[in-house]
């Protein structure tokens, strides 16, 4: 069956970078693009970014350009989500979700603490 | 950027009775809508896309419905497991996708 294991929790200071690890199995990996989409307490889902997991082509949303970066490596059915110059609003859980446009399959969400 | 818009943004239900949720789009998103409902500490499940579709093992007593900006997910007998919250979130036009800010379905 599909599934999608997440890395652990992370606690960062002010300013620096978190790297989130998805690792698929279940399915080709290369035929499916992944997001990212991230949940601040008692908020709505936010759409950060999306991969083709084929090629390589990234797409972001304006929110986290040039902050966000979302990387594959196809040998290990596993895709990255890499955030910088973090700050307390970027305390949330972080998922990956594959793409349908519409998001079936989720992780199981990775909490990232961002605190002084 | 399309913007979702959720009402309302608390229902309280009986268990047995009938909820209608609503979700408005600030263009038209054609059917590119999805629904889906989230437990505490849980991913969202996806209920529906293609605003009307249901998703693999989505009780039958769950329909979507709507087109354009406007669509509505309605539960017709709330059972216990259902009182969650939902979101819906539309793929008409991305980048990005968006989500509506959600409605909590309380127990009355």
Request: net charge positive; hydrophobic share 30%.
């Amino acid at each position: 069956q599909v599934q999608f294991v997440q890395s652990g929790p992370e606690v960062k200071k002010p300013g620096a970078s978190v790297k989130v690890s998805c690792k698929t199995s279940g399915y080709t990996f290369i035929n499916f693009a992944l997001n990212w989409v991230r949940q601040a307490p008692g908020q709505r889902p936010e759409w950060m970014g999306w991969i083709n997991t084929g090629n390589g082509n990234t797409k972001y949303s304006q929110n986290f350009q040039g902050r966000v970066i979302i990387t594959r490596d196809t040998s290990a059915s596993t895709a990255y989500m890499e955030l910088s110059s973090l700050r307390s609003e970027d305390t949330a859980v972080y998922y990956c979700a594959r793409e349908d446009h519409w998001f079936e399959y989720w992780g199981q969400g990775t909490l990232v603490t961002v605190s002084s | 950027e399309v913007v979702m818009t959720q009402s309302p943004a608390t229902l309280s239900v009986s268990p047995g009775e009938r909820a209608t949720l609503s979700c408005r789009a600030s263009q038209s998103v054609s059917r590119n809508l999805a629904w889906y409902q989230q437990k505490p500490g849980q991913a969202p499940r996806l209920l529906f896309y293609g605003a009307s579709t249901r998703a693999t093992g989505v009780p039958a007593r769950f329909s979507g419905s709507g087109s354009g900006t406007e669509f509505t997910l309605t539960i017709s007998s709330l059972h216990s497991e259902d009182f969650a919250v939902y979101y819906c979130q539309q793929y008409n036009n991305w980048p990005p996708y968006t989500f509506g800010q959600g409605t909590k379905l309380e127990i009355k």
